[in-house]
Structures are given as C-alpha cells and as structure tokens.
C-alpha cells in the first residue's frame, strides 16, 4: 500500500518516499544539508549556498535535500529547519525537501504538525517529516529550547508524543479525546489532501525498532555513528510490519562523502569537519576551520587517534574513488538510498563536491546556472 502522498507533486510524478536511482548510481542519490559556517564567513551565506545546493540537487536528479536541527553551535546554522525549508521550496520546484531531522523532544507535536502542515501547503507533495529523539545539542541548551516542568523528559516518551503528532498530522484524534477539537491548520480539517511522509531517524537500535514496528521509512546516522550501521538496519527489517505507509522496509543511510579534483585537496577539506567535530566534543565548538588552519593544528597523539578514526568512515577523494566508495557501502549495507553530506569549509567545495559525484555516476542535468 501507498502512503496517501505517495503520489508527490499534483502532477503525479514522482513518490513520496522510494526514489529513483539516476544514471549509473546503485540506489537514489540524495543531500543532507547541515548549513555549515566556515570562519571568515557567515551563516547568510551558508544560507545562500543551501539554495544552490538544493537547486544543483534539483537540476542533477538527486531525490531529496534535508535539513537538520542543531542548536547553540556556531559551526552549524540550521536551528530553525522549517524556516529554511520554506524559503528551499521557494527556490525549487521538483526536489523533495525535508528535516533530517526535527528533534521531536525539543517541540510541541501540535507546533511541528502546524509548520509542516504549512509546508505541505507552500510545496504540495514535495514535503518529508524526519524525527529525531536526541536534542541536536548539549543539555543546557535542551533544557533552555523545552522550557520549564519538560527538561525531565524521558526518553520513553518519544513514542507517545509521536503518536500525538501522527494524530495531529491525520487530524484523527478519537471522540472524548483532550485534543478531539484541536486541528492543526493548515491540515485535514481543510478537507481532502496530502500531508508529509513521517520518517524516523537514528544512531542506535531504539528508533530502528519503533520504525519498523510501525512500519515508517527509517534513515539511520551512519555519518556520525558508522558502527552501528549494520545492526540497526537489520533490527529495522527483522522489526518492520507492513503498513498504510509501506509494504516492505525501507531505509536510507547519512553518509559523510566529499569528491575533489585530487585526493589532496579531498582530504584538506574534509580534515576541516574532523577538526571541528573535535573541537565539539571538547566542548569547544565554533566556526570550521580553514583547510590551514586545519593542516597546522597541534594534533596530541589521542586526538590525532581520533581525527584520523572519523575519517576512515568518511567517503572522500577523487570522483572516482567517491563513487566506488558509494558503491561499495550500498552493496555492503543494503541500504535502499544513500543521502551523502559534504562537510568542507567552504560553500564551493561542497557545491562542487555533488556535482562532481552526479558527474561520476553519469546522472542527467546540468550545472542550474546554466540550464
């Protein structure tokens, strides 16, 4: 059966959650955006540069540009992910558009059905809800988001406030219920039309389990989290339950990739997301470096352990190693789609990154400044 969007756009191209591989790709090719700021620049024009992406992405047959919820870290301006979708969707026409994910825990389900409902509106059939269970930040700042009498959350109650925001979404709250006579507008209580597909997304066993239980799409974070890719996709398929939404399991991995004209200058790029993902996790976040500033740091030999650690599991050089890598991680995981994020320091090394990996797998369209 079909997720009632399932049709996308009004003119019936496309669907809502399985993609089509383009050119010579194993499986569909998509984009995660995490709006990264490099020093010396700014978050408005890493904000331009999303645009740019989105419609290279577009023109180049990439299913699906995601953004996804980070809060008090300088290096990254995606706080605000339905605002940014929103003026995406003014700037495409075809191209899915989603968060990778909205922190469900950070929210009311009512507010996020609510801003999703309004993008359904603005980009009919073009929307994806991805939810998360983690803050996207550290616990100071997850406290200030919720507010008070909700810093105390459990994780257990992911599930009940997903079910209250699928509730929302369907505008199908049962007789007697508290929220019976809440809608969230836009929605059904307009009358008949599509809403956005729910995925769930994950770095461990929990979220894959619930996904296939319910039988939701799942896309896991193997960008960050590579070990336990194999683990939870299998949890996900030996869970999953056909449902309104889905037939069989359906699952997408986060995978951290960047393709240069040399190897070398691949590398110096992707040193500066290593460098500054240290420097996250040292409680020292801020702006990523240059490739220089990069090159010249005073690695101790645990965080020299470190760097090099992360960047084994980031898919990187020339066009062509890119893509074998690509392929090799499809082949090896199963996964039904590959959404591949550029972390660089500059905007024009991750722009050019995806065009150079359509490039290799001969996928159609051109550069959008162009076309």
Not at 162 to 176: K, N, V
Not at 350 to 361: C, E, H, M, N, P
């Amino acid at each position: 059966m079909r997720d009632r969007a399932a049709a996308g756009p009004p003119d019936g191209s496309g669907e809502a959650i399985h993609g089509t591989a383009r050119g010579r790709s194993p499986v569909p090719l998509s984009v995660l955006d995490l709006v990264t700021v490099g020093a010396g620049s700014t978050a408005h024009a890493s904000l331009r540069t999303s645009v740019d992406i989105a419609r290279l992405a577009e023109a180049r047959g990439y299913h699906r540009h995601w953004v996804a919820e980070h809060h008090s870290m300088p290096g990254v301006a995606s706080s605000s992910p339905a605002v940014i979708l929103a003026h995406l969707a003014a700037h495409t026409s075809r191209i899915r558009l989603g968060s990778g994910g909205v922190m469900l825990p950070n929210h009311a389900p009512l507010a996020i059905a609510e801003q999703f409902g309004t993008l359904e509106a603005l980009a009919p059939g073009r929307i994806d809800l991805g939810l998360g269970r983690a803050p996207g930040t550290d616990g100071q700042t997850a406290a200030a988001l919720r507010g008070p009498g909700r810093q105390g959350e459990a994780v257990d109650e992911f599930p009940r406030q997903l079910a209250e925001l699928i509730r929302f979404l369907d505008d199908d709250f049962p007789e007697g219920h508290p929220y019976a006579r809440v809608h969230a507008v836009p929605g059904p209580v307009q009358g008949p039309g599509g809403r956005p597909p729910v995925w769930l997304l994950g770095s461990s066993g929990f979220s894959a389990r619930l996904a296939g239980g319910l039988g939701l799409p799942f896309a896991y974070a193997h960008h960050f989290s590579p070990a336990g890719t194999l683990p939870a996709l299998d949890l996900y398929r030996q869970s999953f339950r056909p449902s309104a939404v889905l037939d069989a399991p359906y699952a997408l991995i986060g995978v951290a990739a960047l393709a240069a004209d040399t190897a070398g200058e691949a590398r110096a790029q992707v040193l500066t997301g290593a460098l500054s993902m240290l420097r996250l996790r040292s409680g020292r976040p801020g702006l990523v470096p240059t490739p220089a500033e990069a090159a010249a740091y005073p690695y101790t030999p645990l965080e020299r352990e470190f760097v090099d650690d992360r960047l084994t599991s980031v898919v990187h050089g020339t066009p062509d190693e890119v893509r074998a890598g690509l392929d090799d991680l499809a082949k090896r995981t199963g996964a039904d789609e590959l959404m591949l994020t550029a972390n660089a320091h500059g905007g024009e090394a991750r722009l050019r990154s995806y065009g150079l990996v359509a490039d290799a797998y001969g996928m159609p369209g051109e550069d959008p400044e162009r076309l």
